[in-house]
């Protein structure tokens, strides 16, 4: 399951995404995540999907890699669908026993709920993880909030904060997968067994796996001490980012998009939230 995880992972590429001015994909990430809540219905949401499929594409990403990254929220979104049938009320009884009542509505609201937390974790990885180098975020998050620098908003050091966590997440994996499999090896046992076993179980793993934190933490504050590192004080960027057509071009087909989804959910029938 680990490493089934690719949160955090940049696959290069020389696709259109990848190429798209990383400022132009934090905000197209924004109205897609606009555009995620404003879906109201389903025929809306299924059109989003089908966009976030055509994202994919363009990103020539596999499909295996977006599959992997949804693995990890699979409980997340069986445990939230399962709340959803119980808990939302219609005219259509499907099932009923004792207390518990399922209507059809439910499960239309639960199909839902999937698909757009589905849709949500498949648009920002595209945009945003997969197609956007940490260096590249990082400058781009920089620039984009630069004129809150105006009030004292230390916004170099939060720029850098999000990339490190961001590139750390795979590195934070594979330290945890290693330490799972050294347990494993002399025997520890993490599947099997009570509630209170397997908890347990975890803690050889995370007294190891914060001890390598910290000091992972303290090499790379050495590292950066080292090469004078003094945050956005006289700091230049090697590469300069300047928007082009295809960012324009991008952010016109995100609001025409948009436009499309709002009208779609507006005008149409089917089941709504």
């Not at 439910?106 to 648009?123: C, D, E, F, N, P």
């Not at 630069?146 to 904060?161: G, N, T, W």
């Amino acid at each position: 399951m680990l490493r089934d995880v690719t949160l955090g992972q940049y696959l290069p590429g020389e696709t259109i995404l990848h190429k798209t001015d990383p400022r132009m994909k934090l905000i197209i990430s924004i109205l897609f995540i606009v555009m995620v809540f404003i879906a109201d219905n389903l025929y809306a949401l299924l059109a989003l999907l089908a966009f976030s499929v055509i994202l994919v594409f363009l990103g020539r990403l596999s499909p295996k890699i977006v599959f992997k990254g949804l693995k990890p929220i699979v409980f997340v979104v069986i445990f939230t669908s399962i709340v959803s049938i119980f808990w939302k009320k219609g005219e259509n009884l499907l099932f009923s026993f004792w207390k518990i009542e399922i209507y059809e509505e439910g499960i239309t609201y639960a199909v839902m709920i999937a698909l757009r937390i589905i849709i949500l974790i498949v648009g920002t990885n595209v945009l945003l993880s997969y197609t956007t180098s940490p260096i590249a975020l990082t400058d781009g998050l920089e620039q984009l909030l630069s004129p809150l620098k105006k009030i004292k908003v230390p916004v170099h050091d939060f720029s850098m904060i999000m990339t490190i966590a961001l590139r750390f997440i795979p590195t934070l994996i594979e330290e945890t997968d290693r330490i799972m499999s050294a347990q494993r090896s002399r025997g520890a046992d993490f599947s099997t067994g009570s509630l209170a076993r397997r908890a347990k179980a975890l803690i050889p793993i995370f007294i190891p796996l914060f001890a390598s934190l910290i000091r992972r933490a303290d090499e790379l504050a050495v590292a950066m001490e080292c090469r004078c590192y003094v945050g956005d004080n006289g700091r230049t960027s090697m590469n300069r980012l300047k928007y082009s057509a295809r960012d324009l071009i991008m952010l016109l087909v995100m609001v025409a998009v948009g436009v499309g989804i709002f009208f779609i959910g507006k005008y149409t029938g089917g089941p709504r939230f």
